[in-house]
Nanobody, 127 residues
Framework: QVQLVESGGGLVQAGGSLRLSCAGSGRTFSSYALGWFRQAPGKEREFVAAISWSGGSTYYADSVKGRFTISRDNAKNAVYLQINSLQPEDTAVYYC????????????????????WGQGTQVSVSS
């Protein structure tokens, strides 16, 4: 069982940056694949980024490649999302997610099927 709590959201101007953090509970946090999803007003929830249990592999949605960076610190039970060059279309609630992932999987494994979700943190970007 994993509990996830996000922080770091806020209101920023276009072109600005934010760093989202997610604190996880559980002694086996390092066994989990972690990721971020987002949901904009009136839109479906979408995959943003994911990272393997070791941090050695990362995956991104095409819409955020080059601007977003996911990282993790297993010693701190934490995962982060650095967001640069924010655009109004990045406005959304961002969710931290986790699922068991101790092993090596194909890229598709990381895009869906997460069992644990945080409450979300709001990111709003003004133009």
């Amino acid at each position: 069982q994993v509990q996830l709590v996000e922080s770091g959201g806020g209101l920023v101007q276009a072109g600005g940056s934010l760093r989202l953090s997610c604190a996880g509970s559980g002694r086996t946090f390092s066994s989990y694949a972690l990721g971020w999803f987002r949901q904009a007003p009136g839109k479906e929830r979408e995959f943003v980024a994911a990272i393997s249990w070791s941090g050695g592999s990362t995956y991104y949605a095409d819409s955020v490649k080059g601007r977003f960076t996911i990282s993790r610190d297993n010693a701190k039970n934490a995962v982060y999302l650095q967001i640069n060059s924010l655009q109004p279309e990045d406005t959304a609630v961002y969710y931290c997610v986790a699922k068991l992932g101790l092993g090596y999987f194909s890229q598709d494994y990381y895009y869906t099927g997460y069992d644990y979700w945080g409450q979300g943190t709001q990111v709003s970007v003004s133009s």
